[in-house]
């Protein structure tokens, strides 16, 4: 991996379009990473990134090095990409189960593992239930262990913003879910008063 900064990579890319393929290398892991998770799909998440470079390539001569991180113009491109896919497939968005926790979730008691995967299903679940910006920051926060600042970047808010809309996000989740859990203690009341009833 180059050790020049994205300014220096940016310069030489657009005297040799062959040293974009720098740029491809350095964020091509994150720009996946993003995509797959907002897609749930390995497959077209390969063809989105895929897709994402291409865009980014063609529209190259005309990007300008503003001082912001190169990836803030991709993280943009990938976002408008897979708002698309989502809106031609009329999709809700999701966040699936990441394979690495999953993996790691096998080695252990069954019982265990059971009880833990409902529970980052539940999660899951409400993840996906909220608005795509939010999705976007936990994905930036959580899977590509970002800071505020960068994330303030790539979404094109102060730092500030991104710690209200952090804060109000974990809230919104934290009432959802116990609303879930709320709502499932009372289905389950009451599917114990109809057993009793019935005998």
């Keep these: 991996m180059s050790e020049e900064s994205d300014s ?3 310069a030489r890319a657009k005297e040799d379009p062959a040293a974009f393929s720098l740029l491809y290398e350095r964020y091509v892991k994150n720009i996946y990473s993003y995509i797959y998770y907002r897609t749930g799909n ?11 470079f291409y865009r ?3 529209h190259f001569a005309r990007y300008e090095d503003r001082g912001a991180p190169f ?3 991709l993280y943009r491109i990938a976002h408008n990409m897979v708002a698309n896919w989502h809106r031609d497939r009329s999709r809700r968005q999701v966040v699936p189960l990441d394979e690495m926790m999953l993996s790691s979730l096998k080695r252990e008691q069954p019982a265990a593992v059971a009880e833990e995967k409902g529970e980052q299903e539940t999660l899951l679940a409400a993840v996906r239930r909220l608005p795509s910006d939010r999705q976007r920051l936990l994905i930036h926060k959580f899977v590509d262990q970002m800071s505020n600042a960068e994330i303030a970047r790539i979404m094109d808010r102060t730092e500030g913003a991104i710690k209200s809309l952090y ?3 974990l809230v919104a989740l934290r009432q959802d879910l116990f609303e879930e859990q709320d709502g499932r203690g009372i289905d389950q009341e009451e599917s114990s008063d109809e057993q009793e009833a019935l005998r």
């Design 42 to 52: 390995h497959h077209d998440a390969e063809d989105l990134v895929s897709r994402t």
């Design 8 to 10: 220096e990579l940016i």
């Design 167 to 169: 804060h109000r996000t």
């Design 71 to 73: 990836s803030a113009y």
């Design 56 to 58: 980014a390539l063609k």
